[in-house]
């Protein structure tokens, strides 16, 4: 066990793959996206950061029943 945790900690591998095999791909997918945020640096974030603020004024200015292509909504569902 302890030769694991070193390989996993030296390579930075989530290990939740072992541990919860039959977790729901949608759930470990939001995992990997939330590793990837806390991994990210100052730069990254600022383009994180900005990117999400264009989503939501687009979002705000969407008409109801109009398409919005080429920027569809995409709704995450985690089931429990």
């Known amino acids: ?3 694991f945790y ?3 900690t030296l390579l930075d591998i989530s290990v939740d ?3 919860y095999p039959d977790r729901q791909n949608s759930e ?3 995992c ?3 590793d990837v945020l806390i991994n ?3 730069k990254e974030f600022v383009v994180i950061e900005a990117t999400t603020e264009g989503i939501k ?3 705000e200015t969407e008409v109801p029943g109009k398409s ?3 920027f569809p909504r995409h709704r995450i569902s985690v089931e429990k």
Do not use: G, L
């Open 57 to 59: 004024k687009a979002r």
């Open 32 to 34: 990997q996206h939330i």
């Open 6 to 8: 070193q390989i996993v």
């Open 28 to 30: 470990s997918n939001c």
């Open 68 to 70: 919005t292509y080429p």
């Open 1 to 3: 066990m302890n030769t």
């Open 17 to 19: 793959q072992f541990f």
């Open 40 to 42: 990210s640096n100052e």
